[in-house]
C-alpha cells in the first residue's frame, strides 16, 4: 500500500478561526462514494463529538436521493446539486452553495460528493479560485478517487472521465475488492501504472476507511492546479466535453403517483432489481413507500414476506449498483426533499449509452412498478440526459 501522510492531531471545531477545509470525493458511478462518506462521520464524531461535516451532493438526476441518505446519517448539513455536472453547466452553482452551508452550519469541513462522472481537475480548480477570492474562507484539502476493484475493468476501459478520475487524485481508494481474485486488484494497479502516476493508495474495508488518511492528506497537487497546470488536456476536455463525458451515461426520471395514496409493490420492484443487467444499467436511485418487508440484495428475497409489524406503509431510501441493493428507512425525524415528498416512488436510472430508449418503454409495460394491491397509479418516465 501506498500510504499518504496522516494528520498530527484530531479534527478540531470551526470555532477556532480560519479556513473551511474542502474534502473533494469523486469516482466512478457506483463506486462508493456515499458509503465511504457516511463511514468517516462515526470516526470524526468519536474524536471530537461536536464535529460538524457538511456535505456538497451532486447528481445527474432531478431527485434527491443520496442527500437524504446523508442526513438519516447524521450529517450536520446537506446541500444536493441536482439536474447535471458540478464540474460543467453546474460549476456556477458551488459559490453559492458553499456559502450556505458557511452560513447555516458553520462545518468544521466540508466534502463535496460529485456526480459519478465529473471531471475533479476542473472542480478543485473552481475551488481554489473561491478560496483566492473569499481571502480564504475555504482551503482545497485534497482530492480523494473512489475505485470500484469488482468492476472498474469494465468500465475504464470505455469511460474517458473514470481515467481522468483516477489521474486528478491525491489519493486513490480501491472499494469493492473484497470478493475479488487479487488477480483483478492487480490488473487495477496495473492500469493506474499505464497513467504513470505515483498516487498514494489504500483499501477500504467494505467501504471504511480511516479519517486520518482521507483528511489532511498531502493534497498538494489539488491546491496547486491552475488552468497551465492541467495544459491541454483542459482544452480538450472542454472541446469534446459533449461527446465524451456527459454522453458517457443517460439518465432516466421516474415518477409513481396515485391520488389515493398507496405503496409500491415490494415483490414486482425486487424482480427489476434483481434482473437489470449491469452492463445495461449503472445505478438505480429511489424514494419510495413500500408495504410489508423490503430485502436488501444480500438477503433472501424468496422468504416469503411477513406482515408489517409497524406503520401500513414505511418510507425508504434504495441504492442499486450492479447489481446489489440496499433499502435505507428514512428517518421520522428526517424532513423529505421536495423533490419525492409528493410521490409514491421517485426514482433515477443511469444507463449506459443508447439505452434510456429501450428501458424507457420496458418500465412503461413490464410493470416492474405498479401500486401494491394492484391499485390505479401514474407512472411517468422520462429521458432527462
Known amino acids: 500500500m501506498t500510504t499518504p501522510t ?14 473551511i477545509p474542502i474534502t473533494i470525493i469523486t469516482g466512478f458511478l457506483g463506486s462508493g462514494k ?22 456538497l451532493k451532486n ?33 456556477g452553482q ?43 474562507a475555504y482551503a482545497l484539502d485534497g482530492v480523494v478517487s473512489v475505485v470500484d476493484v469488482e468492476n472498474w475493468k469494465g468500465y475504464e476501459d470505455t469511460s474517458y472521465t473514470a481515467r481522468l478520475q483516477a489521474r486528478y ?48 492528506i498531502d493534497g498538494g497537487l489539488a491546491r496547486g492546479l491552475d488552468e497551465h497546470a492541467v495544459g491541454g488536456h483542459d482544452h480538450e476536455h472542454k472541446d469534446d466535453h459533449s461527446h465524451d463525458h456527459q454522453s458517457e451515461v443517460e439518465v432516466l426520471s421516474i415518477e409513481l403517483k396515485s ?30 413507500s413500500a408495504a410489508g418487508t423490503v430485502r436488501n440484495s444480500d438477503e433472501d428475497t424468496g422468504i416469503p414476506t411477513p406482515p408489517p409489524d409497524g406503520p401500513l406503509h414505511s418510507r425508504y431510501i434504495l441504492n442499486w449498483a450492479f447489481g446489489r441493493w440496499t433499502f435505507t428507512p428514512v428517518g421520522t425525524d428526517v424532513k423529505e426533499h421536495e423533490s419525492s415528498s409528493d410521490s409514491i416512488l421517485r426514482m ?16 412503461e409495460t413490464a410493470g416492474f412498478l405498479a401500486i401494491d ?10 429521458k432527462i440526459i
Not at 446523508?70 to 447535471?84: D, M, P, R
Not at 447555516?104 to 460528493?113: K, N, Q, S, W
Not at 499505464?194 to 483528511?215: I, Q
Not at 433515477?348 to 418500465?363: C, G, H, N, Q
Open 94 to 136: 458551488l459559490s453559492t452553495a458553499l456559502a450556505e452551508l458557511r452560513a447555516t452550519v458553520a462545518p468544521d469541513r466540508i466534502v463535496v460528493e460529485t456526480s459519478g462522472s465529473a471531471f475533479p481537475a476542473t472542480l478543485a480548480l473552481e475551488v481554489n479560485r473561491l478560496a483566492r477570492e473569499t481571502g480564504g
Open 34 to 55: 456515499t458509503t465511504l462518506i457516511l463511514n468517516l462521520l462515526p470516526q470524526l464524531r468519536a474524536a471530537n463529538p461536536g464535529y460538524r461535516l457538511a456535505l
Open 169 to 216: 487524485t491525491d489519493l486513490i481508494v480501491f472499494n469493492k475488492w473484497e470478493e475479488c481474485e487479487e488477480r483483478r486488484f492487480d490488473e487495477c494497479l496495473d492500469r493506474l501504472g499505464d497513467l504513470e502516476l505515483d498516487t498514494p493508495w489504500v483499501r477500504s474495508d467494505k467501504g471504511w476507511v480511516s479519517m486520518d488518511l482521507v483528511f489532511g
Open 259 to 288: 391520488s389515493e395514496g398507496g405503496a409500491v409493490d415490494v415483490g414486482k420492484l425486487h424482480t427489476l432489481l434483481k434482473t437489470a443487467p449491469r452492463e445495461e444499467v449503472y445505478r438505480i436511485k429511489a424514494v419510495l
Open 348 to 363: 433515477t436510472m443511469i444507463l449506459a449509452r443508447y439505452e434510456s430508449t429501450k428501458w424507457k418503454k420496458r418500465l
Open 373 to 382: 394491491g394492484g391499485g390505479e397509479a401514474e407512472l411517468s418516465v422520462t
Open 59 to 91: 447528481e445527474f438526476g432531478d431527485v434527491a436521493v443520496d442527500s437524504q441518505l446523508a442526513a438519516s446519517g447524521a450529517i450536520s448539513g446537506v446541500q444536493e446539486l441536482l439536474g447535471g455536472c458540478i464540474c460543467c453547466n453546474l460549476v
Open 6 to 19: 496522516a494528520p498530527t492531531s484530531p479534527p478540531t471545531t470551526a470555532e477556532t478561526k480560519g479556513p
